[in-house]
């Protein structure tokens, strides 16, 4: 499956959490760091606070489809499992119907 399908799907199913504690702090930090930075200092301030939103944007995508395909694969193998315990009954039936007719034949009861 191509990533770009599996971005499609956690735009569609990933619901950011509450987060608004947090972002307060950060505004009120950024205010508190624009009063006292010159402008390059803020803008280098700025451009940190940047980078690390995207790793973490990045991460939570990531993090999303190594999920995405780890259920997958457990539903592959799961589903080659059932799979092999059905071929696994019908030849133990088999097995069973033959062991039958051969104690009957054995048996004279043909």
Not at 11 to 36: G, I, R, W
Request: net charge negative.
């Amino acid at each position: 499956m191509s990533d770009k399908i599996l971005k499609e799907l956690y735009d569609c199913f990933y619901t950011e959490p509450d987060m608004s504690v947090q972002k307060q702090v950060v505004e009120e930090n950024h205010k508190a760091l624009v009063e006292v930075l010159e402008k390059p200092q803020r803008r280098q301030v700025l451009n940190i606070i940047d980078a690390k939103d995207r790793v973490c944007e990045v991460m939570s995508i990531d993090s999303f489809i190594a999920g995405f395909e780890l259920a997958w694969q457990i539903s592959v193998e799961l589903s080659q499992q059932e799979t092999r315990r059905a071929a696994l009954y019908k030849t133990v039936q088999e097995r069973r119907a033959y062991l039958m007719l051969k104690k009957k034949e054995e048996a004279g009861e043909t």
